[in-house]
T-cell receptor, first 111, second 113 residues
């Protein structure tokens, strides 16, 4: 089952607003990743974080790897309609290659 | 190619029938993963391969599920005697290794009726 707690479950925002979502875990992860899934498609990697404390940006997206290695957040600035979708956090542990996913945050952007 | 190719896109099976799903990973990626995504969007890890060797199969329901990655062939996930609860979207992903994110295919939607 899920080992990551992702919140919020869903968000309804106005175009142009900023968005923030986060993930926490009781386990330490070696790598945190954020994916976006559009309907009928597989998840697409947005940002990967490899070091505790790391803050990484990709255009309007910013994500941070928590110092404790047990949490991460994703911010989206100045949202646009194409940001609509489901955002998943994912964590990879030490010495294993499988990834665990959060339950997703469904984002709706109203024009 | 630069995408993970999954076939078929949709598969409908009667309860008790066999289902076989295919995945062609990105060339040069030595790791392949299978995930099951059910109604509430939850991703359940099934199995991973390093080349043709099973790396981790802790998520596989072993009684009816099996998977292979043979050289020069697409990887496959087979479900014998499907049950209604096997209805889900099955995603395959590939990766270069531990320190890389995964690239996902667009999934196979299995409906068991």
């Amino acid at each position: 089952g899920q080992q990551l707690n992702q919140s919020p479950q869903s968000m309804f925002i106005q175009e142009g607003e900023d968005v923030s979502m986060n993930c926490t875990s009781s386990s330490i992860f070696n790598t945190w990743l954020w994916y976006k899934q559009d309907p009928g498609e597989g998840p697409v990697l947005l940002i990967a974080l490899y070091k505790a404390g790391e803050l990484t940006s990709n255009g309007r997206l910013t994500a941070q790897f928590g110092i404790t290695r047990k949490d991460s957040f994703l911010n989206i600035s100045a949202s646009i309609p194409s940001d609509v979708g489901i955002y998943f956090c994912a964590g990879q542990g030490y010495n294993n290659n499988d990834m665990r996913f959060g339950a997703g945050t469904r984002l709706t952007v109203k024009p | 190619g630069e995408e993970v190719a999954q076939t078929p896109k949709h598969l409908v099976r009667g309860e008790g029938q066999k289902a076989k799903l295919y995945c062609a990973p990105i060339k040069g990626h030595s790791y392949v993963f299978w995930y099951q995504q059910v109604l509430k969007n939850e991703f359940k890890f099934l199995i991973s391969f390093q080349n043709e060797n099973v790396f981790d199969e802790t998520g596989m329901p072993k009684e009816r599920f099996s998977a292979k990655c043979l050289p020069n062939s697409p990887c496959s996930l087979e479900i014998q005697a499907t049950k209604l609860e096997d209805s889900a979207v099955y995603f395959c992903a590939s990766s270069k290794g531990f320190d890389y994110g995964y690239t996902f295919g667009s999934g196979t939607r299995l409906t068991v009726v």
